[in-house]
C-alpha cells in the first residue's frame, strides 16, 4: 500500500512541476509590461494619420466653373410660359426692380455691345413679365462667358448679384423657383467677379505726361522743356523790368505838350505801360519759379 502510494505521488511530480514552469512564465509575460490607469495603451493609427495629412494638403474645394453656374442659371429660368405673369403685385414689383438692377447704368459700356444689348432686352422682358422670352435670352449668357474681359466680367457678377437679391427677396413663392433663381444668379455673379479679379494682370504705371494746351497747340512739359522755360521766363521778366524803369526815369518836363489834355493823356499812358511792364515782370518770375519746381517734380517722377 505504501509503495503504491509512493508511486503515485512520483508520477504527479513531475506534471505539477511543468504547469508550474508554465504558470511562472504566463505571470513574467502579463507583468512585463505593467498597465496601470494611468498609462492607457492607443492603438497605433499610422493610416489614417497618412490619410488627414494628405487631406490637408488637397484644396479644400474646387474653384467653381462660371461658365456651369450661367447654366445653372438659364436651367433655373426654364419655368411655365405664364410664370411671371401671374406673379402677386409686390413680386412684380420685385421683379421691376431685379430688372432696373440688371440694366442700370452704362451698361453697353461696360458689358460690351451684345452682352449689353441682351441684359438691356433680358430686363424688358422681366418688366413685361414674359417669361418665355426672358428663358431664351438668359440662355445666351454661358455663351457671352469665354469672350468677356476681366472688367465686363466684374461688372455682368455684380448686376447679377444685385438682381438675384431681388429674387431672393421675393421669399418662398410657388415651389420656390425664385429662391431657386436668386441662389443660381448670386453663385454665378460671385464667380465671375472672383474669376475677373484673378484673372487682372498687374500693369506696369505708365510715366505721367504734362501736357500745356494753347487752342489748338499742345507742348508736352519734361524736366527739360520746363527749365528751359524758366530761363525764358526769367530773360522776359529782366527784359519787362528794364523797359518799366526806363519809362519811369523819363521825366515829364523832358517833353513839351500842346496843352494840358495832352499832358495827362501822357500821364495816363506812362502809368499804363508802367503798370503792364511790371505786372509782366512779376508774372514772368512767377512763371519761372513754378516751372523750376515742375521740372524738379517730373525728374523726381522719372527717377
Known amino acids: 500500500?505504501?509503495?503504491?502510494?509512493?508511486?503515485?505521488?512520483?508520477?504527479?511530480?513531475?506534471?505539477?512541476?511543468?504547469?508550474?514552469?508554465?504558470?511562472a512564465s504566463l505571470t513574467s509575460l502579463k507583468f512585463a509590461t505593467p498597465i496601470s490607469s494611468t498609462n492607457t495603451?492607443?492603438?497605433?493609427?499610422?493610416?489614417?494619420?497618412?490619410?488627414?495629412?494628405?487631406?490637408?494638403?488637397?484644396?479644400?474645394?474646387?474653384?467653381?466653373?462660371?461658365?456651369?453656374?450661367?447654366?445653372?442659371?438659364?436651367?433655373?429660368?426654364?419655368?411655365?410660359?405664364?410664370?411671371?405673369?401671374?406673379?402677386?403685385?409686390?413680386?412684380?414689383?420685385?421683379?421691376?426692380d431685379a430688372a432696373f438692377d440688371l440694366?442700370?447704368?452704362?451698361?453697353?459700356?461696360?458689358?460690351?455691345?451684345?452682352?449689353?444689348?441682351?441684359?438691356?432686352?433680358?430686363?424688358?422682358?422681366?418688366?413685361?413679365?414674359d417669361t418665355s422670352t426672358s428663358h431664351s435670352l438668359v440662355k445666351k449668357l454661358p455663351s457671352f462667358e469665354a469672350n468677356l474681359t476681366g472688367s465686363a466680367k466684374s461688372?455682368?457678377?455684380?448686376?447679377?448679384?444685385?438682381?438675384?437679391?431681388?429674387?431672393?427677396?421675393?421669399?418662398?413663392?410657388?415651389?420656390?423657383?425664385?429662391?431657386?433663381?436668386?441662389?443660381?444668379m448670386i453663385a454665378a455673379g460671385k464667380a465671375l467677379s472672383a474669376s475677373s479679379?484673378?484673372?487682372?494682370?498687374?500693369?506696369?504705371p505708365k510715366d505721367e505726361t504734362r501736357v500745356l494746351k494753347f487752342g489748338e497747340l499742345q507742348v508736352e512739359i519734361?524736366?527739360?522743356?520746363?527749365n528751359i522755360g524758366a530761363v525764358v521766363g526769367l530773360v522776359f521778366g529782366i527784359l519787362s523790368w528794364e523797359v518799366a524803369q526806363g519809362i519811369q526815369n523819363i521825366p515829364d518836363s523832358s517833353v513839351q505838350?500842346?496843352?494840358?489834355?495832352?499832358?495827362?493823356?501822357?500821364?495816363?499812358?506812362?502809368?499804363?505801360?508802367?503798370a503792364l511792364f511790371y505786372s509782366s515782370t512779376f508774372l514772368s518770375a512767377f512763371t519761372s519759379v513754378g516751372l523750376v519746381l515742375l521740372g524738379i517734380q517730373l525728374k523726381s517722377k522719372k527717377d
Not at 103 to 128: F, H, I, K, M, Y
Not at 159 to 174: D, E
Not at 222 to 226: S, W
Request: aromatic content about 8%; some cysteine.
Open 1 to 23: 500500500m505504501a509503495s503504491a502510494s509512493l508511486q503515485f505521488w512520483s508520477s504527479i511530480a513531475p506534471l505539477s512541476h511543468h504547469y508550474t514552469h508554465q504558470l
Open 155 to 184: 461688372a455682368l457678377g455684380k448686376r447679377l448679384v444685385s438682381a438675384g437679391r431681388r429674387f431672393q427677396s421675393m421669399g418662398q413663392y410657388g415651389q420656390g423657383e425664385p429662391q431657386k433663381i436668386a441662389k443660381a
Open 222 to 226: 519734361t524736366p527739360d522743356k520746363a
Open 197 to 204: 479679379t484673378s484673372a487682372v494682370k498687374v500693369e506696369q
Open 103 to 129: 440694366s442700370n447704368g452704362p451698361v453697353l459700356d461696360e458689358c460690351g455691345q451684345e452682352l449689353g444689348e441682351t441684359l438691356l432686352n433680358l430686363s424688358r422682358a422681366w418688366e413685361l413679365a
Open 257 to 274: 505838350y500842346a496843352n494840358d489834355n495832352a499832358l495827362l493823356l501822357a500821364k495816363s499812358l506812362k502809368g499804363a505801360l508802367l
Open 41 to 96: 495603451i492607443y492603438p497605433p493609427k499610422p493610416l489614417a494619420v497618412r490619410f488627414a495629412l494628405t487631406e490637408s494638403d488637397s484644396p479644400k474645394s474646387i474653384e467653381p466653373d462660371p461658365q456651369t453656374l450661367l447654366q445653372d442659371t438659364a436651367d433655373s429660368f426654364d419655368l411655365p410660359s405664364n410664370y411671371f405673369a401671374q406673379l402677386p403685385r409686390d413680386l412684380r414689383l420685385d421683379l421691376n
